[in-house]
């Protein structure tokens, strides 16, 4: 019922500013006690939360990332986007977005994307 499309560049060089998007589908990204969240696996490694959004607008970070992360959203195409900065081979990763719905249990993410890879190389 609720679908998520993660879209993006696959590749990005060192220094850039990796900007992806995530349009849902079935579900307002404004509806009230929904989270919805960014969480990425690098090649070999476990998933690693990135942070989330809240319905009034705030977000909340990593504290590894917070301070290159930035996650905002657009209501008039029900997007979420989000941006991390000055990025480095270590970002290269497959990018999830995903919801905590109201209901959820706490940290509990469901639906997901399925995911975009992201390769940051020169």
């Known amino acids: 019922q609720v679908q998520l499309q993660e879209s993006g560049p696959g590749l990005v060089k060192p220094s850039e500013t990796l900007v992806l998007t995530c349009t849902v589908s079935?579900?307002?990204?404004?509806?009230?006690?929904?989270?919805w969240g960014w969480i990425r696996q690098p090649p070999g490694k476990g998933l690693e939360w990135m942070g989330a959004?809240?319905?009034?607008?705030?977000?909340y970070y990593s504290p590894a990332l917070k301070s290159r992360t930035s996650i905002s959203r657009v209501t008039s195409k029900n997007q979420l986007t989000l941006q991390l900065r000055s990025v480095t081979p270590e970002d290269t990763a497959l990018y999830y977005c995903?919801?905590?719905?109201?209901?959820?249990?706490?940290?509990?993410?469901?639906?997901w994307g399925q995911g975009t890879p992201v390769t940051v190389s020169s």
């Open positions: 959004m809240a319905p009034s607008g705030n977000t």
């Open positions: 995903a919801g905590a719905l109201a209901g959820a249990r706490f940290g509990y993410y469901a639906p």
């Open positions: 079935g579900r307002s990204v404004t509806t009230a006690s929904d989270y």
